[in-house]
């Protein structure tokens, strides 16, 4: 009956036609619950009043009709190219942002194996060899977009915030790339099911527990690399209008924004795959595998089990993303290169000549050498953070106190 | 000229080792946000369902045409509130009365309520206290000609309003033959003693010197 699904190639392309679709609806409603947490941190409600076309009298479900009303008015709004614009690239920039979000969930395994009648499915749209380069090389392509817009929109404002973007993503690549670098090294592989694989109860342990710092790491270059809160710069209200989309208008904008929220989803997958050990639930690799999540369950129900449990855990870092937008005050530009260059890439690199020497001694899923060595990396921030006794703030701490007498 | 006295230097405050990883501040952040998040009640009024209460009674909201307790008209168009308006908003047409107690009514009386300041003039200079500001803010219409409100709606307005805020001085206006009036008489003796307890020289100033007061 279902034979023709049993082919991978169909089931990949009919997978990935599920995951754009869920995907949309996912960022329409990561949109309507920004607006809604924004409100709650901010004591106030949020969208509570677009229902469902009143037809169920005055209760609105909490504005849960909000996202639809967003994009038809997107959809409506006048798309306004403005008359000295680099047309093509003007047009191409949103695209690309777009399609670069979009095309980097192909390798996340969102579920582990299917069985299909007799033949066994990754659920998964495409596991290439080299999936986790894939998925670096695709993410650090969302700046493009950002880059062709601000150039693109022949406005200075628009082009300060791609230069800023790329000057961001040239910095927090590196770390983002080293700390990611632990994890290959460590488990060896560079297919992502098989780095899940790796974490699943009894294989052994979730990254996380092993690498805390690359971890943490990892978190920090991935906000930066969804140009979110507190490293928002290209977009910058305050000094640059609106940074990159000052000059877009329309569906255009719309889709820089989905792209914003589908790199946020990707990146959380990834983060979740790499450290948090995918679609699987044995808390921290510690216990055995949650019952429908160990690698030899292949039903329809361990498969959604197995979504269900990657999902939480990706909404989880959505969350995060949120609640940091709304807590931190954006960075000056300065503090973000100086965190970068003189904060996350040398405790990364510590952490990789570690991390390479513990796998030449065969260490490298042992506990006591990893947490050991994070724990030196940590130490040794700390006394270079105490020896330099300087602010990171980069103000200048000891101003010589004014003795010449003022005016006059 | 500023002295060196006047001068007061502001030291950054010293930060711990921790602080300056920024990561102890930034859970401090999270606190702060998390505990609005979840423990905060919402400050945010539900505006056409609830209406939050007003801070002061004598807020000038939309204006009303008050009713004199025969419930005629009670304006006797006499062009002060229209002279007295600074947005130049009122527009009236004074007619000659059909009641005996009167010599003029008005026979128009539009008010243009987007070009009102709600100033309340209007409401000061009326010698009947006919025109008075509610407290009423919400009006809308989807027109600039439907904003213009004449007497009908005006008088509408008093009737809608008259038992949240009372005309202020209901028996002054009970003119002779109406209203009540045995008050009439006694508000009457009591301005003319007023009048007369006045000094001379200061029942001759002008109008000008008593706005300025
Ligand atoms: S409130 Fe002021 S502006 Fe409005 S009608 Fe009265 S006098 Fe004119
Ligand atoms: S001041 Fe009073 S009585 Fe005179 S025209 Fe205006 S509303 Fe009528």
């Known amino acids: 009956m279902l034979s023709w699904l049993q082919n991978q190639v169909v089931f990949s392309a009919v997978l990935s036609l599920v995951l754009i679709a869920g995907?949309?609806?996912?960022?329409?409603?990561?949109?309507?619950?920004?607006?809604?947490?924004?409100?709650?941190?901010?004591?106030?409600?949020?969208?509570?009043?677009?229902?469902?076309?009143?037809?169920?009298?005055?209760?609105?479900?909490?504005?849960?009709?909000?996202?639809?009303?967003d994009g038809a008015k997107?959809?409506?709004?006048?798309?306004?190219?403005?008359?000295?614009?680099?047309?093509?690239?003007?047009?191409?920039?949103?695209?690309?942002?777009?399609?670069?979000?979009l095309i980097g969930f192909v390798v996340i395994p969102w579920g582990g194996s299917y069985m299909l009648g007799d033949t066994i499915m990754n659920v998964q749209v495409a596991n290439p060899d080299v999936g986790l380069l894939y998925i670096l090389g695709v993410g650090s392509m969302g700046v493009y977009g950002v880059v062709l817009g601000g150039w693109a929109s022949n406005n200075k404002y628009s082009m300060y915030g791609a230069v800023r973007a790329t000057a961001q993503m040239l910095s927090y690549e590196i770390p983002m790339g080293v700390a990611i670098l632990v994890v290959v090294l460590a488990s060896g592989q560079l297919r992502l099911e098989e780095i899940v694989l790796g974490q699943v109860g009894g294989n052994g342990l979730w990254n996380i527990v092993l690498h805390p710092v690359s971890f943490l790491i990892l978190l920090i270059t991935l906000f930066a690399e969804t140009n979110r809160a507190p490293f928002d710069l290209a977009e910058a209200e305050q000094e640059l209008v609106g940074g990159f989309h000052t000059e877009y208008s329309s569906m255009k904008f719309a889709m820089f924004f989905l792209g914003e929220y589908v790199h946020m989803i990707t990146g959380s997958a990834f983060i979740c795959v790499l450290f948090l050990g995918g679609w699987e639930l044995s808390f921290f690799g510690i216990g055995p595998a949650f019952p429908g999540t160990g690698i030899e369950d292949v039903g329809l129900i361990s498969v959604i089990i197995k979504i269900g449990v990657l999902a939480v855990k990706v909404a989880f870092f959505i969350f995060l993303f949120m609640l940091v937008r709304w807590t931190l005050p954006r960075f000056r530009f300065d503090q973000l290169m100086r965190l970068a260059w003189k904060g996350l890439i040398p405790v990364s690199l510590g952490i990789l000549v570690l991390t390479v020497m513990g796998v030449y001694m065969g260490w490298q899923r042992s506990v006591l050498f990893n947490l050991g060595s994070e724990i030196a990396i940590v130490a040794?921030?700390?006394?270079?953070?105490?020896?330099?006794?300087?602010?990171v703030t980069g103000r200048q701490d000891n101003m010589p106190v004014v003795t010449q007498p003022l005016g006059g | 000229m500023i002295s060196d006295a006047d001068i007061i230097l502001i030291k950054e405050p010293k930060l711990s080792a921790a602080?300056?990883?920024?990561?102890?501040?930034?859970?401090?952040?999270?606190?702060?946000?998390?505990?609005?998040?979840?423990?905060?009640?919402?400050?945010?009024?539900?505006?056409?369902?609830?209406?939050?209460?007003?801070?002061?009674d004598n807020y000038r909201g939309v204006h009303r045409l008050n009713r004199d307790p025969d419930d005629r008209v009670a304006c006797v168009a006499c062009f002060m509130c229209e002279t007295a308006c600074p947005a130049h908003c009122i527009h009236i047409v004074a007619a000659e009365s059909p009641w005996e107690d009167r010599e003029k009514y008005p026979q128009q009386f539009d008010i243009d309520e987007l070009r009102c300041i709600y100033c309340g003039m209007c409401e000061e200079a009326c010698p009947v206290d006919a025109i008075e500001l509610t407290t009423e803010y919400d009006m809308v219409g989807q027109s600039r000609d439907e904003m213009i409100f004449d007497k009908e709606k005006l008088l509408n307005?008093?009737?809608?309003?008259?038992?949240?805020?009372?005309?202020?001085?209901?028996?002054?206006?009970?003119?002779?033959?109406?209203?009540?009036?045995?008050?009439?008489?006694?508000?009457?003796?009591?301005?003319?003693?007023?009048?007369?307890?006045?000094?001379?020289g200061e029942s001759k100033s002008t109008g000008t010197e008593g706005n300025v007061q």
């Open chain 1, 74 to 101: 997107f959809f409506l709004k006048e798309d306004i190219i403005p008359a000295r614009v680099d047309k093509p690239l003007f047009i191409l920039a949103p695209a690309i942002s777009m399609i670069v979000a």
């Open chain 2, 19 to 56: 602080d300056k990883l920024y990561l102890t501040q930034i859970a401090e952040g999270v606190k702060v946000t998390l505990n609005h998040l979840f423990f905060k009640p919402k400050v945010t009024v539900q505006y056409p369902e609830e209406k939050r209460k007003l801070r002061v």
């Open chain 1, 23 to 69: 995907m949309m609806t996912c960022v329409a409603y990561c949109i309507y619950f920004e607006r809604k947490i924004s409100a709650w941190i901010q004591d106030r409600q949020g969208p509570n009043r677009v229902g469902f076309l009143g037809l169920f009298g005055n209760f609105h479900f909490w504005g849960l009709g909000q996202p639809i009303a």
């Open chain 1, 380 to 391: 040794a921030t700390l006394g270079v953070v105490i020896l330099a006794n300087k602010p």
């Open chain 2, 157 to 200: 307005v008093y009737d809608q309003t008259k038992d949240i805020k009372p005309r202020k001085n209901p028996k002054i206006s009970g003119y002779q033959g109406t209203g009540d009036r045995e008050k009439y008489d006694q508000l009457r003796e009591r301005l003319e003693k007023m009048i007369e307890e006045r000094e001379p």
